[in-house]
């Protein structure tokens, strides 16, 4: 009968309470380790580690007592590697983080990742490729200053239903001046563009446009809201800004040769 009065077992460590809280109990290990590299190397970090760098992680976190699942591997081998970049070498790896994040969400959402990792994932990203925190390795500061703008402006500009239709013509530009200021404007032959330095039109962005299937899927599903705009959204957002700033810089280069 003392068995009525035995407490119920506690984890015995941290990283068993840790395992308990993502996992529960007595979860087993089911990671197929080969396919969770091929995921991470190709899928989430598109093939921009060593492959060996990949491997080594891969089998010194499936080795560990964490019960990963194939998804669940691939997105912990991505995050870490992700992580391990130092500040001053993460150029380039704007984007593949931002594409990373998205598989992760989709991957939550079928099951085939445990929300908390999937949480992890999304937050340590943004806090560790954040804008502002990037300006502390970049020559060139203000990219990042125009960059988050640009999210901005069309973030504003995909909510707001008084412009939305707008958007959609051929001659809409986002248009950079030489104020610094980052704006919509819908370009005719006989307007002056003394002040702008950079300028692409909306709809030459493939990020854009995928950016439009998205919001008619969340539309269609009810789910356009706050909740969207401000967080899987915000992803598509900034993808769009940095295929803008790189193509605002093209514009500004053949700007300077013709002149």
Known sequence: MFDWFRRKKQPATFMDAFVQTMYGRNAKKTADVSKAIDLANKELLRGSFAL????????????????????????????????????????????V????????????????????????????????????????????????????????????GIADKSIFRDLAKPNCAIVLDSSGNVSFRWISESDEIDDVIGLVPL????????????????????????????????????RVAIQALNEMKRFSEDTDKQK
């Open 97 to 156: 983080q931002l594409l990373a994040r998205l598989p992760v969400v989709t991957w939550m959402k079928e099951g085939k990742v445990v929300p908390l990792l999937a949480e992890a994932f999304e937050n340590t990203l943004y806090k560790e490729y954040d804008p502002a925190r990037l300006m502390e390795r970049q020559p060139f500061p203000e990219d990042h200053l125009i960059r988050a703008k640009i999210a901005g402006l069309v973030r504003m």
């Open 203 to 238: 709809r030459q962005l493939s990020s854009y446009r995928e950016l439009l299937e998205t919001c008619a899927l969340e539309i269609k599903g009810g789910t356009f809201d706050d909740s969207f705009l401000y967080g899987p959204g915000a992803i598509l957002f900034d």
């Open 52 to 95: 060996n760098d990949v491997t080594c992680l891969a089998t010194e976190l499936s080795n560990g007592p964490v019960p990963y699942s194939t998804h669940d591997l691939a997105a912990s081998i991505a995050l870490g590697l992700l992580k391990r970049v130092p500040l001053e070498a993460r150029t380039g790896l704007e984007e």
